[in-house]
């Protein structure tokens, strides 16, 4: 158990280490403040332009929504951040993760609205038109916000799973957490930080998960 302890949860290299995780965290604070508006405005953007109806528009939206989902995250960022410079689109390492991460995030999100509008049920947004409603009205005060609660479970998930995709920056050098905690490894050759690591991620998912048990649990018994 010593030894354990002096190899995984070493005191003397955690505290060595710390300011680098810190600087580390504020980095990945950042970038997931960042990546989970924008993923989830642009997810309700493509999901409200699915609900007008257009079925050319449509066709070109679920082809968004299919191949972002399906297409690997760090292959897509790895793309967008050594291959933009070859078509003269220079972006700095932040944005060319946070445009990664946004592509993806949003056919995620962008689902999770359009499948959520469509839950309600038709006879609702009819009900609507026939008090003289416009579209955009129906889906604002009608749809959307009766859908909320079917979708909540699901936006959590997605802003849980999208702040551990964070940790993906690290491979074009970002100096997120997990970049930091693998450079304090390197210089203490000890395991110490990335446990480090591993526990403040915990500290930051771990209310957003109880939240999710929460809503989810509301559900079941409404």
Do not use: C
Request: glycine letters at 4%; a positive charge; aromatic letters at 10%.
């Amino acid at each position: 158990m010593e030894q354990f302890i002096h190899t995984f949860l070493n005191v003397e290299i955690m505290t060595a280490a710390f300011p680098f995780l810190m600087k580390g965290l504020w980095v990945t604070v950042y970038l997931s403040l960042a990546v989970v508006p924008a993923g989830v405005l642009s997810g309700l953007l493509l999901a409200v332009m699915h609900a007008a109806g257009n079925r050319p528009v449509n066709r070109v939206l679920d082809a968004y929504v299919d191949f972002f989902r399906a297409f690997p995250s760090l292959v897509l960022l790895i793309l967008i951040y050594y291959g933009l410079p070859f078509f003269q689109l220079n972006i700095d390492t932040m944005g060319s993760v946070i445009l990664a991460m946004t592509l993806n995030t949003s056919a995620y999100f962008a689902e999770i609205f359009r499948a959520g509008i469509e839950s309600v049920p038709k006879g609702q947004a009819e009900a609507a038109r026939a008090t003289g409603l416009r579209r955009g009205q129906v889906l604002r005060y009608v749809l959307l916000p009766q859908a909320t609660r079917n979708m909540m479970p699901d936006i959590v998930t997605n802003v849980v799973e999208t702040i551990k995709m964070t940790s993906l920056a690290s491979i074009v050098t970002l100096p997120e957490l997990l970049m930091m905690a693998r450079l304090a490894q390197g210089r203490t050759y000890s395991p110490t930080p990335l446990v480090m690591a591993a526990a403040i991620y915990f500290v930051i998912l771990f209310p957003l998960v109880q939240l999710l048990n929460h809503i989810e649990n509301r559900k079941r018994t409404a």
